[in-house]
């Protein structure tokens, strides 16, 4: 946190130093606006990388429990083949308990597709059983070798293929999102140093007649600095809290199951939109002190 | 008109006679690569309590051997030690602190526009970094007031005439008690009288221990120094460094 200590010493400053560097005008303003928008772009990178990484856990755990098998027989053959089932799933070590999905619940799960009312009782529907296995699962191929020679139209489906599919592709837009948030920050130290450039240049006869007098290169400096660190403090506070009602203002989160609208932050989450303008604040900080560096070095 | 005096002002230092503030050894400098020298083995020691004119025609190199004298340049051959460092070789920082201890008047003054003439004459203090002390602050009034330009403390240089440009510049030259003061053209600008002011300021500054150095081609001031100081006489001719007889 030592980059925090330094931030709040170049904020204070004294306010003679700031007094002999004219107002940067334009380009400070600029910074504000600029370090605004990155702020809030940030935060929707952070959410973003933070809503995959939960997705990724939860698919991970809930879907590793769980497994079902359909089967889907001729009517005559149907009872018999499910009991069978059963029977060898009682069998089977690692599964905690299996049980067969009622019609009830066959009818809530097709619901959204046919509407209320439909009558599923006639329709061929595959039977399907939950199983739920222990922390430490059971042996998959074993128990499709079982199935397959006492009750051949069941289907095991542990969910893998859909499991690492899913978590593979949440894990690649956690990543993404890392990369958005670096790009950001990036082009972040891009234009702070374009207007402090900007800034410096216009300013080199100031800064020459400083140097006559006496200064110091790190006063010289932490008169620019200063003046940028503080303009992406305020962008960065107005942006990140911009993003962050934005945030908030999204859809209801704690029904929504789904990726896209679990898009937020839970809990100790939220802290991490403290940490955006500060983080910008450094970025801006570090890149002004090395474009003004760069600048007096040139100067006798 | 105010009777300030420089030793009210600066009476707090004890001069140490005779330490070499700013030494040239055989320096030689001419602008760009392979052009003609301007200066050329030039040797020159500036102790305290030393008082030097510095003469010559138009374009003879007195304004480019007094930024030698202050780091602004640097040598093409031979040194320039400044409180005993070798310019060309000395950390930036501490370049910056020995021209905290060099007053410099240039030629062209180098005021910084946005702000008013006080604050310009401050200025050598606020980049100290340090707060600044209630002493310093009545310094301040009363050198304003010395070169007489209460009246136009809070106008901004480019509002300034000539001389009242000239005399800011000397104000802040010596608002912070250097070691030396090196003047370009001081009077270039002011009239008899406000030479003859800042002629007895430079002498009594002098007379507490600073090593002084006025580049001027006003032969009646100097000859109205020499009346007051012992001053030694430098002229550059033909890029050589001379000392100039009784011929003044
Ligand atoms: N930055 C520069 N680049 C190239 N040549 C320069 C530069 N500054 C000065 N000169 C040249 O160097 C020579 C000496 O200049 P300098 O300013 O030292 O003269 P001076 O003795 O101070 O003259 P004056 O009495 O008119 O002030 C002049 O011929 C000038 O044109
Ligand atoms: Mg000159």
Known sequence: MSFLVNIIAALIGDAASDRVVPSAGTSARLTVFASAAMAFLAVFALALSLAAGRVAARWSEDLARNSTIRIAAPMAEIEAEVATVLTVLAQTPGVVSAREVSMEEQRALLEPWFGAGMPIEFLPLPRIIDVTESPEGYDVEGLRLRLSAEAPNAILDDHETWRSALIAAAGRLRVMGYVALALIFGATVAMVTLAAQAALSANVQVIRVLRLVGARDAYIAGAFVRRFALRSLIGGGIGTFSGGVAILLFPDQASAESFVVGLGFVGAEWLWLLIIPLLIAFVAFQATKAAAFRVLRGMP | ?248
Request: glycine letters at 8%.
């Open chain 2, 1 to 248: 008109m105010q009777q300030i005096t420089a030793s009210g002002i600066y009476a707090r230092r004890l001069p140490e006679l005779g330490f070499c503030v700013i030494e040239l050894q055989d320096v030689s400098y001419g602008y760009g690569h392979g052009s003609d020298l301007i200066l050329s083995q030039m040797s020159l020691r500036l102790a305290k309590g030393s008082f030097h004119f510095l003469t010559g025609p138009s374009g003879a190199g007195k304004t480019t051997f007094l930024k030698l004298c202050y780091g602004e340049l640097c040598p093409n051959a031979g040194h320039v030690r400044l409180m005993g460092q070798d310019s060309a070789t000395m950390a930036r920082d501490d370049l910056a602190l020995a021209r905290q201890r060099i007053g410099v008047v240039h030629q062209d003054c180098q005021f910084l526009d946005h702000l008013d003439v006080a604050q310009n004459i401050a200025l050598p203090l606020y980049v100290s970094g340090r707060e600044i002390t209630e002493a310093e602050r009545r310094n301040l009034t009363q050198l304003v007031n010395w070169v007489d330009l209460r009246h136009r403390a809070t106008a901004l240089p480019p509002e300034l005439s000539g001389g009242e440009r000239q005399r800011a510049a000397l104000a802040r030259a010596i608002i912070r008690d250097p070691d030396v003061i090196l003047a370009d053209e001081p009077t270039g600008n002011v009239d008899w009288d406000m030479a003859m002011r800042q002629l007895r300021l430079l002498v009594e500054l002098n007379r507490l221990g600073k090593a002084v150095l006025v580049a001027t081609h006003d032969l009646a001031f100097i000859r109205a120094a020499k009346k007051q100081v012992a001053a030694r006489v430098l002229r550059i001719v033909g890029g050589k460094l001379q000392l100039a007889g009784a011929d003044l």
